[in-house]
Nanobody, 115 residues
Framework: QVQLVESGGGLVQPGGSLRLSCAASGSIFSLNRMGWYRQAPGKQREAVAAISSGGSTNYADSVKGRFTVSRDNAKNTVYLQMNSLKPEDTAVYYC?????????WGQGTQVTVSS
């Protein structure tokens, strides 16, 4: 059974940093492009960053230069390093394959940026 488990969220002040992790089942991880998504209150879920199995990355314009996505294929884990956080980054963050598969959505991890 496929499972994606996100962790690492929390409350941080503007300008702070957090590192999110997503542990994935090996059956979907090794060959798939993986992505981070987020959903803010009252808004639709949006793509934030993606990384291919070979390590090529791309980012939403709103996070370019502040967020870095990486993966450890040996650990079946994908990471999102978030720096210079802004209040508008507040959301529940999820990982999934790219494009996202509905049955793979996990619980997500809450990120709150507030002073």
């Amino acid at each position: 059974q496929v499972q994606l488990v996100e962790s690492g969220g929390g409350l941080v002040q503007p300008g702070g940093s957090l590192r999110l992790s997503c542990a994935a089942s090996g059956s979907i991880f090794s060959l798939n492009r993986m992505g981070w998504y987020r959903q803010a209150p009252g808004k639709q879920r949006e793509a934030v960053a993606a990384i291919s199995s070979g390590g090529s990355t791309n980012y939403a314009d709103s996070v370019k230069g502040r967020f870095t996505v990486s993966r450890d294929n040996a650990k079946n884990t994908v990471y999102l390093q978030m720096n210079s956080l802004k209040p508008e980054d507040t959301a529940v963050y999820y990982c999934n394959v790219v494009p996202p598969y509905p049955r793979y959505w996990g619980q997500g991890t809450q990120v709150t940026v507030s002073s």
